[in-house]
């Protein structure tokens, strides 16, 4: 079993910066991938990013490229979530999340088995 525990959520405005993390606890987290994903209400939860059990590879949705940074450490078993330039659209529950397989890399939420409880992000106009 895993356990995901986000935190570094708020309000911000925009054009601000926030930075989450993730604490991860329960099996090797330096063998898999990470990612995160966000939802807002009435909407399907949206990939953000992924990276690679070493922090070696790194994929973004097209939206957040450029201002987001998802990195890790393992040493810490914890991943972030640097948010930079933030827009009103930014604003959503972020969740981090890892998948059921090690092997996986991606953005399909379904591939995904533990999840975190989510942190809002709130960006103000």
């Known amino acids: 079993q895993v356990q995901l525990v986000e935190s570094g959520g708020g309000l911000v405005q925009t054009g601000g910066s926030l930075r989450l993390s993730c604490a991860a606890s329960?099996?090797?987290?330096?063998?898999?991938?990470m990612s995160w994903f966000r939802q807002t209400p009435g909407k399907e939860r949206e990939w953000v990013a992924t990276?690679?059990?070493?922090?070696?590879?790194?994929s973004y949705v097209d939206s957040v490229k450029g201002r987001f940074t998802i990195s890790r450490d393992n040493a810490k078993n914890t991943v972030y979530l640097q948010m930079n330039s933030v827009k009103p659209e930014d604003t959503a529950v972020y969740f981090c999340?890892?998948?059921?397989?090690?092997?996986?890399?991606?953005?399909?939420?379904?591939?995904?088995?533990?999840w975190g409880q989510g942190t809002q992000v709130t960006v103000s106009s």
């Open positions: 990276i690679s059990y070493n922090g070696g590879i790194t």
């Open positions: 999340a890892a998948p059921g397989r090690g092997s996986f890399f991606g953005s399909d939420a379904k591939e995904y088995r533990y």
């Open positions: 329960g099996r090797s987290f330096s063998l898999y991938g």
